[in-house]
């Protein structure tokens, strides 16, 4: 899976550049407002909360912003809105599984929006059911590398629940059962180890080989769904080569 792994890579350096406009901020907005609505608004009594607020310190959001959707979503502040999640599932050129997680205030304007930007790129909107059992619902934490091996980030998490550590060129990504997350991102910190970020995920457990042509595509679609307001996140079930992603670029 060393392709998907590049790709993993490209998707947190393409972050970055979300943030520099704003987009990741929106949404990482949202994950803390429903965070401190659902689990209450002290990040300390709030594990996902906490970790909603880690996420977005580390893309530098600033702390009056994090503050405001903390209060927000505890009900401390006016202004708060009524997110939803939902889930849909589609395919992508290829026959490639889509998952696509929306947190919306407005379900039929995600649902429409899914669906035409899904069209639009070669894609078609799928039954409930009839992708997501290609997938394996876990938990991911990332990891900067800053001079860490695989093998002292392994003798830290192993105990803690983790299943694999898998090497993204910069950052390690450690895969682990979603109750086990908590314990993980927890001994990462006391390892001395500052994690990057700690949330559920989607792993396919079937994947479909791509060629240039077909990868070109498939990124394309991803890049779109992306671009929508309401997607919170996309998970895909496909495989690159390495000698594919150079060709993609």
């Known amino acids: 899976m060393s ?3 590049k790709w993993a890579t490209t ?3 393409k972050a970055a550049l979300d943030a520099k ?4 901020f929106a949404k990482l907005i949202k994950n803390i407002e429903v965070a401190a609505r659902t689990g209450g608004g002290d990040p300390e009594a709030n594990p996902t909360l906490y970790d909603a607020i880690q996420k977005a310190k580390k893309s530098s959001m600033p702390a009056d912003n994090i503050e405001r959707a903390r209060k927000r979503g505890a009900g401390d502040e006016a202004g708060g809105a009524d997110w939803q999640t939902v889930m849909y599932e589609g395919y992508a050129p290829n026959g490639v599984g889509v998952l696509i997680e929306c947190l919306t205030d407005n379900k039929n304007r995600a649902a429409g929006e899914v669906r035409a930007t ?5 894609g078609s909107l799928a039954d409930a059911g009839s992708v997501s059992y290609l997938f394996t619902r876990k938990g991911v934490v990332i990891l900067r590398k800053n001079g860490l091996t695989e093998d002292d980030v392994l003798m830290a ?8 550590v898998n090497d993204l060129g910069e950052s390690f990504e450690i895969v682990c059962e ?4 908590i314990a993980v991102r927890s001994a990462l910190q006391e390892a001395g180890y500052d994690y ?3 949330e559920p995920s989607f792993i396919p457990s079937v994947n479909v080989p791509l060629e240039a042509d077909g990868a070109k595509k498939v990124f394309k679609l991803i890049d779109a769904l992306e671009d929508l307001d309401d997607v919170q996140n996309v998970w895909a079930n496909f495989d ?3 000698d594919v992603m150079a060709q993609v670029g």
Not at 21 to 24: E, I, N, S, V
């Open 11 to 13: 998707k947190h350096k």
């Open 118 to 122: 899904l069209s639009r790129n070669g």
């Open 21 to 24: 406009r704003g987009k990741l």
């Open 196 to 198: 990057e970020s700690a």
């Open 157 to 164: 998490v192993l105990d803690a629940g983790a299943e694999e």
């Open 178 to 181: 979603p109750g086990e997350l």
């Open 3 to 5: 392709g998907h792994s």
């Open 240 to 242: 690159v080569s390495d």
